[in-house]
């Protein structure tokens, strides 16, 4: 497995952006998936976007996709979540998580959450 560390959360207004960084164990061996999920208060932890290895193929849920942007720096082990236009739905524990392919079922590393606030 690999060791996640998500950074980059905090309190903002409605509309703002943000940008959640996830840095994966510099131990990490071999190739792996990078996503992001959320868990809103109440509400059960959800899917938010997922990157392959190479960062060329990304997924989004429906609810995101056009304004949250996924993307890994040229190193590969650290992975970003651009968040533009924030609104108050937003608001959540944001979990960066790691497995062997893009699929959620295959995700089984995770990080301990950084919480975004969204004020309105």
């Known amino acids: 497995q690999v060791q996640l560390v998500e950074s980059g959360g905090g309190l903002v207004q409605a509309g703002d952006s943000l940008r959640l960084s996830c840095a994966a164990s510099?131990?990490?061996?071999?190739?792996?998936?990078m996503g992001w999920f959320r868990q809103a208060p109440g509400m059960e932890r959800e899917f938010v976007a997922a990157v392959n290895w190479g960062g060329t193929r990304t997924s989004y849920a429906d609810s995101v996709k056009d304004r949250f942007t996924i993307f890994r720096a040229p190193a590969k082990d650290t992975m970003f979540l651009q968040i533009d236009s924030l609104k108050p739905e937003d608001t959540g524990v944001y979990y960066c998580?790691?497995?062997?392919?893009?699929?959620?079922?295959?995700?089984?590393?995770w990080g301990q959450g950084t919480q975004v606030t969204v004020s309105s």
């Open positions: 510099r131990r990490a061996q071999g190739s792996y998936a």
């Open positions: 998580a790691a497995g062997r392919s893009m699929a959620i079922r295959d995700f089984n590393s």
